[in-house]
């Protein structure tokens, strides 16, 4: 049987509801591991034990008289520190809101607690959630498990490194440019990228907190909030918890993902995207990830080499400039004045993530609807992809975890192939496929690569059709030996 700091979650919970173990104990057993272990990666960076023992207790006694809460009862987790849960501290790892304290949950932690969930932990991010790497002037830098050398990922690349370390049972983080995926695939374990709003941002920052005091709330484009965890198991019990329509729209709507498309491995038709002249993939990752799909080929798993009718640099331009539109409107007037003066300087051909920034901080709003057309019609073409395909196998990112970095995000490369590449590029361009269109993605563990380090396989769904990402997951665990943890924290 697997340890107790790797079960999966629904495990944990089904060990609770047979008395294995009590919801305090579980909590004591993290506690006890979270202070001798934590320190040397900084995943989790702040907790309220009193609170959560408090509820574990309730827990314990309300099974005792045979009441169970949900899914989640009794279940110790934690939740990405951009995400607000009343009573503890919710940064977003910027220094002006190290006192915030929230008085209310965030829509989605409503959802896991009514479910049963005890939160007793933040985890860590960079500011605002803006990098591919997680460190703060607020909590400092998080480290890998496999590699404490190295960065575990980011956004959400404390909620991954929390995971992989057995610190946590279940994680919550937000995804607009790979924040979840890129974390999940660094760190070895499994994390989903929803269809676009079919899960509440209402409580996550940013926007700032305080924006919207009521019901409604700006979800900002692209950007939304999904699991993190140790099997494809846990995303799907998270996903049935989570997904609804924003609060206004449950008066007249109910949402119901369907079902997965197939219900084995063989009955699946898979598409392939495994590499582009224009964003390379380092052979670390590609070397693994074609050892996953030989293996599959050879279960008898149906597979072309084929993907949509999509220019993948064309994608990126149009995703990076909706990108940057999102959280850029809040910028001060003096920046926003100053990128406004700059823009008409910018040479055309100039692609860097800088410029683009620019372009998309300063974009008039009938550029917007133009590049938003555009985007209309990708989601066309993959909508006609999906007619003849189940999924989608691509890289998550192109990169094994890297080094740590904390110089001039503008500045800083990445080596692919002994090639010096763009750090936005090189981490940003295979998530944005599925962010610029709106569709789920799930990454899982496909296996180590030759220098030793995880690599994720990411598994594009159609539209609206969440489940059938995660399932397709799930069943590839027995050929990829799913989640295995990282050496040193046994």
């Not at 790979?178 to 695939?185: D, K, L, Q, V």
Request: aromatic share 10%.
């Amino acid at each position: 049987m697997t340890e107790l700091q790797f079960q999966t979650a629904a495990q944990l919970v089904q060990a609770i509801q047979d008395r294995q173990i009590s919801a305090v104990e579980l909590l004591n057993f993290y506690k006890e591991r979270i202070n001798r272990l934590n320190p040397g990666i900084n995943a989790i960076v702040a907790t309220d034990y009193d609170a959560a023992e408090k509820r574990a207790r309730a827990a314990d006694e309300a099974l005792s008289k045979g009441e169970v809460w949900g899914p989640l009862h009794g279940l110790p987790m934690t939740v990405k520190d951009s995400v607000e849960v009343a009573g503890m501290p919710c940064t977003s790892g910027f220094p002006g809101l190290k006192d915030h304290l929230p008085n209310k949950n965030a829509d989605v932690v409503e959802s896991l607690i009514g479910a049963g969930a005890v939160i007793f932990g933040k985890t860590n991010l960079p500011m605002f959630g803006q990098d591919f790497q997680s460190f703060n002037e607020v909590y400092g830098q998080t480290n890998n498990p496999w590699d404490v050398s190295r960065v575990p990922g980011g956004s959400s690349g404390g909620a991954a490194a929390a995971l992989s370390a057995g610190l946590t049972a279940l994680e919550i983080g937000s995804d607009i440019g790979g924040s979840i995926r890129n974390p999940a695939h660094f760190c070895g374990v499994y994390g989903h990228k929803p269809t676009y709003d079919i899960t509440s941002f209402k409580g996550h920052i940013p926007p700032f907190p305080g924006l919207f005091p009521g019901d409604y709330s700006m979800s900002g484009d692209i950007a939304v909030i999904g699991p993190l965890a140790r099997s494809a198991e846990d995303l799907d019990l998270v996903m049935n918890i989570i997904t609804k329509p924003a609060k206004p729209l449950q008066i007249a709507w109910n949402l119901e993902l369907p079902v997965p498309r197939k219900k084995n491995l063989k009955e699946y038709r898979v598409g392939l995207w495994l590499d582009d002249p224009d964003f390379p993939v380092d052979t670390y990752v590609a070397d693994c990830i074609r050892n996953l799909v030989d293996k599959l080929s050879a279960a008898g798993v149906s597979i072309e080499d084929k993907h949509p009718d999509i220019s993948f640099t064309d994608c990126h331009d149009i995703y990076t400039k909706l990108l940057t539109a999102v959280p850029n409107a809040g910028l001060s007037k003096e920046i926003f004045e100053h990128f406004h003066q700059e823009a008409p300087k910018l040479e055309e051909d100039d692609k860097s993530f800088r410029a683009q920034l620019i372009r998309g901080t300063t974009m008039l709003h009938r550029d917007w609807i133009v590049l938003d057309y555009m985007r209309l019609m990708m989601r066309q073409k993959w909508a006609d992809y999906f007619k003849d395909f189940d999924v989608l196998l691509c890289p998550a990112v192109a990169v094994t975890a890297f080094e740590h970095d904390h110089g001039d995000f503008f500045e800083r490369t990445l080596r692919v192939n002994g090639s010096g590449q763009s750090y936005y590029d090189t981490l940003s361009a295979w998530a944005g496929l599925t962010c610029v269109s709106y569709l789920p993605a799930t990454v899982a563990p496909a296996g180590l690569a030759a220098n030793g380090l995880p690599v994720g396989i990411q598994i594009v769904g159609p539209y609206l059709e969440d489940r059938t990402p995660i399932h397709f997951a799930g069943l590839i665990e027995k050929i990829t030996g799913g989640f295995r943890p990282p050496p040193g924290f046994d």
